[in-house]
């Protein structure tokens, strides 16, 4: 069974940075599309970053040049540097997995994560 645990959330100030983790366990890592997504109250959860089967990335328009996706296959473990923090990037943040080939060019890649994790609170403050 897939299980995904984030962690590294917290609060912090605008301008500052977080790094979030998100542990897997169950299934071969690398074989995975891979992303984090998030949700802020009374909103939408919105895709953030991910890794395509390919192993390419794709990020949100409003977090492109401060958020890096990263992963470590060895370690199973996915990453999300997130930089330069807004009010606005305040939500819970989740990784997501899903087994089935995708391309980040598909334009229902964000659409076919079927694994998350439980979430972790990011909360910046102005």
């Known amino acids: 069974q897939v299980q995904l645990v984030e962690s590294g959330g917290g609060s912090v100030q605008a301008g500052g940075s977080l790094r979030l983790s998100c542990a897997a366990w169950?299934?071969?890592?690398?074989?995975?599309?891979l992303a984090w997504f998030r949700q802020a109250p009374g909103k939408e959860r919105e895709g953030v970053a991910g890794f395509d089967s390919a192993g390419s990335t794709t990020y949100a328009d409003s977090v492109k040049g401060r958020f890096t996706i990263s992963k470590d296959n060895a370690k199973n473990t996915l990453y999300l540097q997130m930089n330069s923090l807004k009010p606005d990037d305040t939500a819970i943040y989740y990784c997501?997995?899903?087994?089935?080939?995708?391309?980040?060019?598909?334009?229902?890649?964000?659409?076919?994560?079927?694994?998350w994790g439980q979430g972790t609170q990011v909360t910046v403050s102005s």
């Open positions: 997501a997995a899903v087994k089935s080939p995708s391309s980040i060019y598909d334009v229902s890649f964000w659409l076919r994560f079927g694994y």
């Open positions: 169950g299934y071969t890592f690398s074989s995975y599309c």
